[in-house]
């Protein structure tokens, strides 16, 4: 436990996802603030930590990772025990454990990248003094809501995305769902009964609660 | 066991672990230009994303190919080839370079595919700035896969796994392109040929593709345009604005 380290920035989604997950599971840990604003992610001493420059990167004793779902993945494996239990259930069902690796692909293959250059339009670009191109909001609009129409039909049969019980699947799409409810883009989740519920209950968890701010 | 496959890369990577794993399957061709992946059917039965691979095993369903690979290699665990590594660590490392799959390498050699391959195989025009873009970028992040194989002879360290496996087919179908500059970026970097090299003579290799070459066979014969492309409708414009203008007929 005292050995975790996370390397990266409070405003990155990645970063946040990793946080999420250490503080469901109450562990200790050390957070070392990266200076991405100074480029601090494209020089040598954190490319040795991560050679794709990106926040975070991960340390548990002699184990170093990057990329945040492998590393979600990696808490949820070694500390199984521990807090809340981010993998299904029955984690031996290797039939639930697969519907909840699918949810994390769809995560990653359909919502995430649809959703970021939302946040990427809405958020980001405004902090750096550049203008929101609605044409593109609107394209990435359009897809989102078929993706949250799936969310939509498949929360109606279960309470999470995965099943009856909180896993990572849920906990991936925190981050992202937290920026967009700032923006106008909000509206795509609350005009949907089930996603709403979802949304409301996710982020009200405690751990959310704590990076969320 | 049935899956429901198409052409593209990540059906040729849920066959190859089914051939990792010995395992019998009955293959269902799912046309995918002629929409057949996007019927209420298929929506409601087999995948609401539209997309194939699909497997079915029993009752069980599952779609995503990165999902349907680590389901064969846990389900199956005691049958052919061990596609995870054991030690919780080795595991840990082997699950980042799946996400580097997806999250770096994907990105541009899925673009590369869709223009140089799937386009013209629908019948529509390659964008080759597109082209030129995805292949600097990919040429950054096999330097880092260069280090790592030399370090390592698979990406989660002495076996191969589940990570490595996912990489050969996009591999694969980028080393039949045309475009020299494509084949290169593998090409030029010997720890990553010596790795590929290694992988297509897998037994497993050998049975996925022996029936799987045959897009390229199907893009020659589609070679001529199923819709008109952009490009034909901007030329006639222009002809015709240009003949107004200068009095031409």
């Known amino acids: ?213 | 066991m049935k899956l429901h496959c198409g052409l593209t890369a990540e059906n040729l990577a849920a066959k190859f672990g089914l051939h990792e794993k010995g395992l019998d399957f009955e293959v269902v061709f799912v046309d995918w230009v002629a929409g057949e992946s996007k019927t209420k059917a298929f929506l409601a039965n087999f995948n609401p994303f539209g997309q194939v691979p699909v497997l079915e095993d029993g009752d069980l369903k599952l779609f995503e190919s990165k999902a349907i690979t680590r389901y064969l290699a846990e389900q199956y665990r005691d049958v052919g080839t061990d596609l995870l590594p054991n030690d919780p660590k080795e595991r840990a490392i082997m699950s980042m370079w799946m996400e580097i799959n997806t999250n770096q390498f994907h990105p541009f050699a899925s673009t590369l595919i869709r223009e140089l391959i799937i386009k013209p195989y629908q019948g529509l025009a390659t964008d080759f700035t597109s082209v030129q873009e995805s292949e600097m970028k990919l040429s950054e992040v096999l330097n880092i896969y260069e280090a790592r194989l030399g370090e390592f002879p698979y990406l989660a360290g002495e076996s191969f796994s589940l990570a490595d496996l996912h990489h050969l087919p996009p591999i694969h179908y980028m080393l039949r392109m045309e475009e020299e500059g494509v084949k290169d970026l593998i090409y030029s970097r010997p720890n990553i040929t010596a790795w590929v090299e290694k992988m297509k003579s897998r037994p497993a290799w050998l049975k996925t593709v022996v029936k799987g070459d045959h897009i390229f066979e199907l893009t020659k014969q589609r070679r001529l345009p199923i819709q008109f492309d952009a490009s034909c409708h901007e030329l006639t414009s222009v002809a015709q604005t240009t003949t107004m203008v200068t009095g031409n007929n």
């Open chain 1, 1 to 213: 436990m005292a050995g975790i380290k996370v390397f990266g920035h409070p405003a990155s989604a990645p970063t946040m996802r990793v946080l999420l997950a250490l503080h469901e599971k109450n562990l200790d840990f050390e957070f070392v603030h990266v200076d991405l604003m100074g480029g601090e992610h494209k020089k040598e001493a954190f490319l040795a930590r991560n050679p794709f420059g990106q926040v975070p990167a991960f340390e548990d004793g002699d184990l170093k990772l990057f990329e945040s779902r492998a590393i979600t993945q990696y808490i949820a494996h070694r500390y199984e025990g521990q807090g809340t239990n981010l993998l299904p259930a029955d984690s031996k069902n290797i039939a639930q454990y697969s519907i909840m690796a699918i949810g994390m692909q769809v995560e990653a293959h359909q919502f995430e990248p649809v959703a970021s250059k939302l946040v990427s339009e809405q958020v980001f670009k405004l902090k750096k003094g550049l203008t929101t191109d609605q044409a593109v909001v609107a394209e990435e609009e359009a897809k989102l809501a078929k993706v949250l129409d799936v969310y939509e039909a498949r929360l109606k049969e279960f309470k999470y995305l995965a099943g009856d019980t909180f896993t990572l699947t849920d906990l991936h799409h925190i981050p992202t769902i937290k920026y967009l409810l700032g923006t106008p883009t909000k509206k795509l989740f609350t005009e949907r009964p089930r996603v709403s519920e979802w949304v409301a209950e996710i982020t009200k968890r405690p751990a959310s609660q704590k990076i969320l701010q």
